[in-house]
Nanobody, 124 residues
Framework: QVQLMESGGGLVQPGGSLRLSCAASGSRSRINRINRAGWYRQAPGKQRELVADITGAGVGSYADSVKGRFTVSKDNAKNTVYLQMNSLKPEDTAVYYC???????????????WGQGTQVTVSS
């Protein structure tokens, strides 16, 4: 199986930046091809929402609330997906989760994996 581990969350002042990473790892499996990867967030009392996603070809798309401030990217060789967050606002405060769907292991199988989440707090 494949495990996803997010990192890079923390406390930042409004206007600041953070870079989240989501690294895929497995004792005998790695993701051979990422079909799609997404970053979601969930604030207290709210539903989980899609923030940004990226296709296997590297095309990103964004929620209106983060467009122009966040950038999603991936490094296939490192099995890692990133979310660069700039000009952070208090309303960006949430637990951020990554999701990767793709083919892993030998023989190749399709899987859909979630990370455990990382807290992002934007506050002065």
């Amino acid at each position: 199986q494949v495990q996803l581990m997010e990192s890079g969350g923390g406390l930042v002042q409004p206007g600041g930046s953070l870079r989240l990473s989501c690294a895929a790892s497995g004792s005998r499996s790695r993701i051979n091809r990422i079909n799609r990867a997404g970053w979601y967030r969930q604030a207290p009392g709210k539903q989980r929402e899609l923030v940004a996603d990226i296709t296997g070809a590297g095309v990103g798309s964004y929620a209106d609330s983060v467009k122009g401030r966040f950038t999603v990217s991936k490094d296939n060789a490192k099995n890692t997906v990133y979310l660069q967050m700039n000009s952070l606002k208090p309303e960006d405060t949430a637990v951020y989760y990554c999701n990767i769907a793709g083919y892993y292991g030998i023989p190749s199988r399709f899987g859909d994996f979630w990370g455990q989440g990382t807290q992002v707090t934007v506050s002065s």
